[in-house]
């Protein structure tokens, strides 16, 4: 066998300590956006809260026909997605879901695919594309209740409730993308 070049032994090098840092990075933004969002002043009783969720970053997955065809039944007829479908292969009630998405769940009941909740529901639907190599439903709800050692706080469903969505969205992007942190 032959030694590689020293560039290349570099450049690998690089590449990994360039990942390295990545993940440190994520895994700081993931605690600043825990900090704030329980830094944020409770809601005066009686009123609803308008939570401003930002659209996530695009992802290079969303031209791939196969990851795109992989979520499609959580869209209704005109293209957004439904919080019912989400919650049901999410294996969570809609009440649940709308504690999540910081909304009611007569709010989620009455118009389940509003404007308003598609950038919120966005990630959902990214980590949701991991059915397309997990298989069924169930064992995607099972993927979303066991404990990851990649994953900070231990579970799937535990990021999505510490309101970890993009970092959980990126991780499962890696492992569709075969690039797991």
Same mark, same amino acid.
């Given at each position: 066998?032959?030694? !590689?070049? $020293?560039g290349?032994?570099?450049?690998?090098?690089?590449? &990994? @300590? +360039?990942l390295?840092?990545?993940r *440190?990075?994520?895994?700081?933004?993931?605690?600043?956006?825990?900090?704030?969002?329980?830094?944020?002043?409770?809601?005066?009783?009686?009123?609803?809260?308008?939570?401003?969720?930002?659209?996530?970053?695009?992802?290079?997955?969303?031209?791939?026909?196969?990851?795109?065809?992989?979520?499609?039944?959580?869209?209704?007829?005109?293209?957004?997605?439904? !919080?019912? $479908?989400?919650?049901?292969?999410?294996?969570?009630?809609? &009440? @649940? +879901?709308a504690?999540?998405?910081? *909304?009611?769940?007569?709010?989620?009941?009455?118009?389940p695919?509003a404007?308003?909740?598609?950038?919120?529901?966005?990630?959902?639907?990214?980590?949701?594309?991991?059915?397309l190599?997990?298989?069924?439903?169930?064992?995607?709800?099972?993927?979303l209740?066991?404990?990851?050692?990649?994953?900070?706080?231990?579970?799937?469903?535990?990021?999505?409730? !510490?309101?970890?969505?993009?970092?959980?969205?990126?991780?499962?992007?890696?492992? +569709?993308?075969?690039?797991?942190?």
């Amino acid at each position: 066998m032959t030694k !590689a070049p $020293r560039g290349e032994a570099d450049l690998a090098s690089l590449i &990994s @300590r +360039l990942l390295e840092e990545k993940r *440190r990075v994520e895994r700081l933004l993931q605690q600043v956006e825990v900090v704030l969002r329980n830094a944020a002043p409770p809601a005066k009783a009686g009123r609803s809260i308008s939570h401003a969720v930002s659209a996530p970053r695009p992802s290079p997955l969303d031209r791939v026909k196969e990851v795109l065809a992989a979520t499609a039944d959580l869209r209704v007829a005109n293209g957004n997605l439904s !919080a019912g $479908r989400v919650a049901k292969v999410f294996g969570v009630s809609l &009440s @649940r +879901l709308a504690r999540l998405l910081g *909304r009611t769940k007569q709010a989620l009941s009455k118009t389940p695919d509003a404007d308003s909740l598609q950038a919120a529901l966005s990630y959902f639907e990214r980590v949701a594309r991991l059915r397309l190599v997990i298989g069924s439903d169930a064992e995607f709800r099972k993927w979303l209740r066991m404990p990851n050692d990649s994953l900070v706080d231990g579970t799937p469903m535990k990021m999505l409730e !510490a309101g970890q969505w993009q970092a959980l969205a990126d991780f499962v992007e890696d492992v +569709l993308a075969g690039t797991p942190g």
